[in-house]
């Protein structure tokens, strides 16, 4: 038999065109498109780093100062007859005792000539209402401590806190060197007299920022009269009166100026005291002693010198005394700066500086552990009943699409559902831990289910057959064999879920967790608060330290947020395995 090879006629053998000049314009535009594609990939990775980059920073810079408390260090007499009036020195009897009493005697000592009613308590206002809390626990666990002298660490009001911290003003300072300064008196009011106009640039700056308030009050008249409202032709007329009244003052250089609460502060540091000047001219000034000078001897010159709180009094929420008092405290070395250990061991206050997140983070672990203690033996068994026992019909292929359906489910329905369901239908307490780990079970139930199953189809069937094949039953194969190497993968979806439970608000906002919660829980039926829940409470508070405390909270919940992601890529790494 003969192969005859007869030459194929009718085809036209096509030619690869790759020298011509239109096939290297499309290979130049092709490698072109391929490069925008890659750029436009890396700037959109770029893009997001930036974001990501600029939240975390804008969080750290907010919350990081709340991880520092400051405390005003002093001798403190710890007197019998306040502490323990009835002479029992049983550790409940020193717990009742008047500890802030103790500590305003040892603050008036560290700080005389504050004499009164306005200057005690602005003396007393630097100090939190539980000041005295760390002196209590000392003495009521030592009772020996009574009668005698203790240094004690006082824990500083929220403003006096934020003011150490840099919060609230600008402080400026620079010594009279022209003349000698002379003041009237010691206390109360005083007039300090220079022999030269040392106080000649200060009186100018004041001159030159009435002049600035009258060009503000011209431009809101302005834009009053070009807005068109009626009835604003009064408010118009006092604006421009008040401009006018501010030029002429203005234009007066040489005439003395009255300081107000609108304008920086300006004070003069002498003899060991401090004046705020009311009244100011380029040779002397009249003001109030804030602190209580030493003497009313002559100041020579270089050895005074003139401060300005740049922030005026009334944007601030610190007065001028009690920087004062700060700045005193300060230069005796009596502050002291530490660790806010209050924030992790202290639940929720009124009090900016007494309140802590323990509450929120026992509540966050009772209610996670309902969580997990349902959705985990629940979604394991319904994965390993989907995917290796379930018959494939129309009602299985229902169940799997409306499970897939409910992990897209917003969360605030879940809220809603056990809003109708426990605690209205079955009556369990509101704001419990237990009723929290029931929504969140529901919430996180879907996602564990459908990682299961995905670890679950994971591993090869050759497993299963290994196993059938030795004679073991189709349960002992799953469970001896297919799920121990499906587990990394189930407790990766699972703690993947945790992390989406531990970050959940609205669902616990509708079942009472909102509520202000001050102890601890101890149980899981207890009143608790979580912390995501925590954070917004405090994000919708005025003081600006709360506000330091909403950052460090987040802080706090995005490390554990990251500890639990960065645990499941762990095990996944781990317990990986390579068929």
């Known amino acids: 038999m003969t ?34 594609f890659r750029w436009l990939g890396v700037g959109a990775l770029a893009v997001t780093a930036v974001f ?44 009742a005792g008047d500890y802030m009493g103790v500590a305003r005697r040892a603050l008036a000592a560290a700080m005389p000539g504050f004499e009164g009613r306005t200057a005690r308590k602005q003396l007393n206002e630097i100090l939190s209402s ?13 009772p020996g401590l009574v009668g005698q002298t203790v240094e004690a660490r006082l824990l500083l009001s929220d403003n006096a806190d934020l003011y150490l911290k840099g919060v609230e003003t600008e402080i400026a300072s620079a010594a009279g060197t022209k003349g000698m300064a002379t003041p009237t008196g010691t206390a109360g009011e005083i007039k300090v007299l220079l022999s030269a106009n040392d106080l000649a640039g200060t009186l100018a700056s004041v001159k030159t920022a009435l002049a600035v308030r009258a060009e503000a009050l011209e431009d809101q008249a302005n834009a009053l009269e070009q807005s068109g409202r009626k009835g604003v032709e009064e408010s118009i007329g006092e604006l421009r009166a008040q401009a006018k009244a501010l030029r002429g003052r203005h234009g007066n250089a040489d005439a003395a100026e009255t300081l107000d609460g609108t304008m920086p502060s300006r004070l003069i540091a002498i003899n060991g005291g401090l004046v705020k000047i009311t009244t100011l001219s380029s040779s002397e000034a009249t003001g109030e002693a804030l602190v209580p000078l030493a003497s009313a001897d002559d100041a020579k010159p270089g050895t005074w010198q003139i401060v300005t709180y740049e922030t005026p009094e009334d944007s601030r929420n610190i007065n001028d005394r009690s920087i004062a008092i700060l700045e005193t405290l300060r230069s005796q070395g009596r502050i002291e700066r530490s660790f806010n250990t209050l924030f992790f061991t202290s639940g929720d206050s009124r009090e900016p500086e007494l309140a802590g997140i323990r509450g929120a983070l026992v509540g966050s672990f009772l209610t996670l552990l309902v969580t997990i203690g349902l959705c985990l033996p629940i979604g ?46 079955i009556g369990l307490p509101r704001s419990a831990p237990l009723v929290g780990g029931l929504v969140l079970a529901l919430l996180v139930l879907p996602t564990i289910i459908i990682a299961s199953r995905a670890a679950l189809r994971a591993v090869p069937p050759s497993i299963r057959e290994a196993a059938l094949g030795v004679g073991a039953s189709k349960q002992q194969a799953i469970l001896h064999h297919v799920l121990p190497l499906a587990m990394p993968g189930i407790m990766t979806g699972t703690i993947i879920g945790m992390a989406h439970a531990l970050g959940e608000t609205a669902p616990l906002l509708l079942i009472g967790m909102v509520a202000f919660i001050v102890d601890v829980p101890k149980s899981f039926s207890e009143a608790a608060t979580v912390l995501p829940v925590q954070i917004f409470l ?41 068929w």
């Open 52 to 95: 990501l980059v600029v939240l975390i920073a804008d969080i750290l810079v907010k919350g990081l100062p709340a991880f520092w408390q400051h405390h005003v260090v002093l001798d403190v007499p710890v007197a019998a007859d306040v502490v323990d009036p009835e002479g029992k020195r049983t550790p409940e009897a020193l717990r």
């Open 380 to 425: 394991v068994m319904a994965a390993i009943y989907l995917e290796e026992f379930a018959p494939k019909n129309r009602f299985t292929d229902f169940v799997e699409i409306n499970i897939n359906n409910l992990a897209a489910v917003p969360s605030i329905v879940f809220g809603l559902l056990g809003l109708a369901v426990f605690l209205n239908f």
């Open 538 to 578: 405090w994000s919708d508070l005025p003081e600006p330290a709360f506000q330091a405390k909403t950052a460090a909270a987040i802080i706090v919940l995005l490390a554990f947020l990251f500890l639990m992601n960065g645990t499941a890529i762990w095990l996944r790494r781990k317990f990986e395995r390579r």
């Open 3 to 36: 192969d005859l090879v007869a030459p194929l006629t009718g085809f036209a053998s096509r030619r690869l065109d790759t020298t011509s000049d239109g096939a290297r314009a499309r290979l130049r535009a092709r490698y072109r498109a391929e490069a925008r």
């Open 130 to 142: 539980g000041a005295a809390d760390e002196l209590r626990e000392a003495v009521s666990g030592n």
